[in-house]
């Protein structure tokens, strides 16, 4: 009967019998500008930083304009 030369750690032993694949990110899709995205991330939109369908940072108009 074959004997390993070497012991086996426990972490390589798990890592060859492990069963877990990745995945893909879940991602939904913006109401306000219809884009995919990640969930609970913030993604630009033709130079707006939008959140949850609201706009957060507008960087198409100066900021010295929105005084």
């Given at each position: 009967m074959?004997?390993?030369k070497h012991k086996i750690s426990k972490a390589r032993r798990d890592?060859?019998?492990t069963h877990y694949k990745?995945?893909?990110p879940t991602t939904g899709v913006d109401a306000l500008t219809g884009e995919s995205h990640l969930y609970h991330r913030a993604h630009?939109?033709?130079?707006?930083?939008?959140?949850?369908g609201k706009v957060v940072v507008?960087?198409?108009t100066p900021a010295s304009a929105e005084e």
């Open positions: 074959p004997h390993p890592k060859r019998r990745s995945e893909a630009w939109s033709e130079d707006k930083l939008v959140y949850r507008d960087k198409s």
